[in-house]
């Protein structure tokens, strides 16, 4: 069974940072893409980064651009997603999801359908 167990969240203060970890112990984690959505407080889910297989092209979402970093170390099974100059609006619980892609080079979906594996989501709060 595939596994994706995020950690790494907590409540912070607006301006602070936090890191986030994605571990895919089960998954043969260099064959898929993964990214970070997220959900805040009485909305959608929406999508926050992407990482691609290979050279590590990245994609994010306006509203993070700049103050977010998405890595992946594929000998650990594992992705990040660090988070700097934290907004109250960055408020919600983070997901992160995998989708096999064959490609070395493409981005995956935005959408939330499009992935078939998730993790169980890490909250975080920024207050200020």
């Known amino acids: 069974q595939v596994q994706l167990v995020e950690s790494g969240g907590g409540s912070v203060q607006v301006g602070d940072s936090l890191r986030l970890s994605c571990v895919a112990p089960?998954?043969?984690?260099?064959?898929?893409?993964i990214s970070w959505f997220r959900q805040p407080p009485g909305k959608e889910r929406e999508f926050v980064a992407s990482i691609t297989r290979g050279f590590d092209i990245t994609k994010y979402a306006a509203s993070v651009e700049g103050r977010f970093t998405i890595s992946r170390d594929n000998s650990k099974n594992t992705a990040y997603l660090q988070m700097n100059s934290l907004k109250s609006e960055d408020t919600g619980i983070y997901f992160c999801?995998?989708?096999?892609?064959?490609?070395?080079?493409?981005?995956?979906?935005?959408?939330?359908?499009?992935?078939?594996?998730w993790g169980q989501g890490t909250q975080v709060t920024v207050s200020s």
């Open positions: 999801a995998a989708v096999f892609m064959s490609s070395l080079r493409s981005s995956p979906s935005r959408e939330p359908n499009g992935y078939r594996y």
């Open positions: 089960t998954l043969t984690f260099n064959n898929y893409v």
